[in-house]
């Protein structure tokens, strides 16, 4: 991707120059409309060769300012460049004659840290709430709450484009990572009712048919979470491939005789010992046996990262009073709730 881009008449694209594991080619930055004063959505996370960039492109446009700067969270890939843009406004006041306005949805658990501290000047960051728009020659967004990657997050719908500028609720390549995951679906969902063209994520490429894209992403998180409702209704241990236990099948039904044996000690052990599943259909499962059988296809080294997917997935069907949770010996363990019938 280049490093600056006209992307539409309305939008130039400014990469972030962080790329890495997790921003991709580095996170993107957005100057939004088309008069003299123009919109800056996210600012990067500081790098050095940034602002040079940002202001060629300024400059490219003419006598061009930023007269608002919107943050559509706080990780520091997205927000960390803010301090040096205010520093260049502040020393060349005949070029930027206005100091930009500074909006962002208020975190008071990770903003203090993660930008206030940063800035060398204090400034004061206006609190965007759901619904709220931002207009500008060429640009009028509206400001979308969409908590899950994190609770500040703020999406954009731009109404003159039928766009949307998603932040990280989705990217342009790879998966999202998200703080929550009940939040998260619903946010998408928020997101699908725009009926939006273009998607402008906050990493990776453009998204030119938004609404398949959010359509498979609200998909993808469904289906996994049917597959754990399903896994869930069953017994653990029958799901156990031979393979996976040593001496090979013993028996017409392909169990043998080490998993007859866990599978005895399993039920016993937990119909004996696990408190608060009263009357539930289902046996309780450990969220590690859960990955066992879900990710039984991927290799070993990924469950681990996939556990934290699966916690998620619980964390939100708990919210939804779907599953519960008891605790035994330290060990939790996961089950339907009684009522739930599949
Ligand atoms: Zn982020």
């Known amino acids: 991707m280049p490093m600056v881009e006209k992307i539409s008449p309305y939008v130039f694209r400014i990469l972030g120059l962080n790329p890495g594991k997790f921003t991709l080619q580095g996170t993107n930055t957005y100057v939004v409309g088309t008069g003299p004063r123009r919109i800056l959505l996210d600012t990067g996370e500081g790098k050095p060769g940034y602002m040079p960039l940002l202001e060629a492109a300024l400059s490219h446009l003419g006598n061009v300012q930023i007269s608002h700067v919107l943050l559509t969270h706080w990780h520091r890939d997205h927000s960390g460049g803010l301090g040096a843009l ?73 109404e003159e484009e039928n766009a949307i500028f998603s932040g990280d609720c989705v990217i342009g390549q790879g998966s999202v990572v998200f703080e929550d995951l009940h939040q998260y679906i619903r946010s998408l969902k928020v997101l699908r009712s725009f009926n939006c063209g273009r998607i402008y994520p906050g990493h990776g490429p453009i998204i030119e048919d938004g609404c398949t894209t ?89 469950h681990g990262a996939a556990e934290s997917s699966v916690l998620l997935h619980l964390a939100k069907l708990r919210a939804e009073d779907k599953v519960f949770a008891a605790q035994a010996d330290g060990v939790t363990y996961w089950s339907l709730t009684p009522k739930r019938t599949l």
């Not at 996994?224 to 090979?248: D, N, Q, Y």
């Open 86 to 158: 205010l520093d260049r406004c502040r020393e060349q006041p005949a070029k930027f004659t206005e100091l930009p306005e500074v909006w962002k949805r208020h975190c008071p658990e990770h903003d203090p840290k993660a930008i206030h501290a940063l800035l060398k000047s204090p400034i004061r960051i206006n609190h965007i709430s759901h619904g709220m728009v931002f207009k500008v020659d060429g640009a009028t967004l509206r400001a979308i709450h969409t908590p899950g990657h994190t609770s500040d997050h703020t999406a954009f719908y731009f």
């Open 214 to 302: 959010l359509d498979s992403y609200i998909r993808h998180r469904m289906d996994r979470e049917e597959e754990i409702l399903h896994v869930l209704s069953t017994r653990p241990i029958t799901h156990f491939a031979p393979h996976e236990h040593e001496g090979g099948a013993d028996s017409d039904d392909g169990t043998t005789a080490a998993m007859r044996a866990a599978s005895a000690f399993y039920l016993h052990y937990h119909q004996q010992t696990v408190a608060g599943f009263p009357g539930s259909s289902s046996i309780p499962w450990t969220a590690r046996d859960l990955v066992r059988v879900i990710y039984a296809k991927y290799p070993k080294s990924l």
